[in-house]
């Protein structure tokens, strides 16, 4: 039987108005696919497992919401709608439920997935570094294309050195400390600098 942890209620919670009823909605229709699916809170936003290995995923923005499945390169995606763009989410950017595919259809890739974990079909280990990078926030994004230097040295940064910092900006509890730690990255960034890299060893 799935359960629901409290993380994701507060994440949902915290998302923007716009937000909220998409996350829901994704979510029930996860739980009504596969009924023994377990949550979990993964780099900052919500995810699916199932049979012990990740399923699908979803995660709120500051103007849009993304749905990502973790074996994409595997499914059939026989209506065609996977993005090309998948940093934007496997559906591209999703502003309100209308940009969702049919209840009937996100079933069905759902359940593909489930049976994928099923099956225990994994991911060439290719895919695996690529699947695990968490996308840039919009205001992230803009605030470094503001700096050369930064936007330059993150451009270059390995898919580790971009999530330490969109995780320290995203987990930021107000805005102001939000605004605070986009300063001091980009400070940093500029210098080529990693989020860690006061404990790095000389």
């Not at 709120?60 to 390169?73: E, G, M, P």
């Not at 890739?109 to 570094?129: G, H, M, Q, V």
């Not at 990255?185 to 890299?197: D, P, Q, T, V």
Request: charged fraction near 30%; glycine fraction near 2%.
């Amino acid at each position: 039987m799935s359960t629901r942890i409290n993380a994701i209620d507060l994440y949902i919670e915290k998302s923007a108005d716009f937000a909220k009823p998409i996350l829901e909605h994704f979510r029930d229709l996860v739980h009504k696919a596969c009924p023994n699916v377990e949550e979990k809170m993964k780099w900052s936003f919500p995810h699916f497992d199932y049979k012990g290995a990740m399923m699908c995923s979803m995660a709120a923005f500051k103007q849009h919401c993304a749905i990502n499945f973790w074996k994409a390169s595997l499914m059939k995606d026989q209506y065609k709608l996977f993005s090309r763009n998948e940093a934007m989410g496997h559906f591209g950017k999703i502003t309100s439920l209308k940009d969702l595919p049919s209840d009937k259809i996100l079933l069905e890739y759902i359940k593909e997935a489930a049976k994928l974990n099923e099956d225990n079909i994994k991911l060439p280990s290719r895919f695996k570094t690529e699947a695990k990078t968490i996308e840039t926030p919009d205001y992230f994004m803009s605030a470094l294309k503001k700096n050369k230097a930064a936007w330059k040295n993150f451009d270059a940064f390995s898919p580790s050195h971009k999530k330490e910092y969109n995780e320290w900006i995203t987990e930021a509890k107000t805005e102001e400390t939000r605004n605070k730690r986009m300063t001091q990255a980009i400070e940093w960034i500029a210098e080529g600098k990693g989020r860690n890299w006061k404990y790095a060893r000389k």
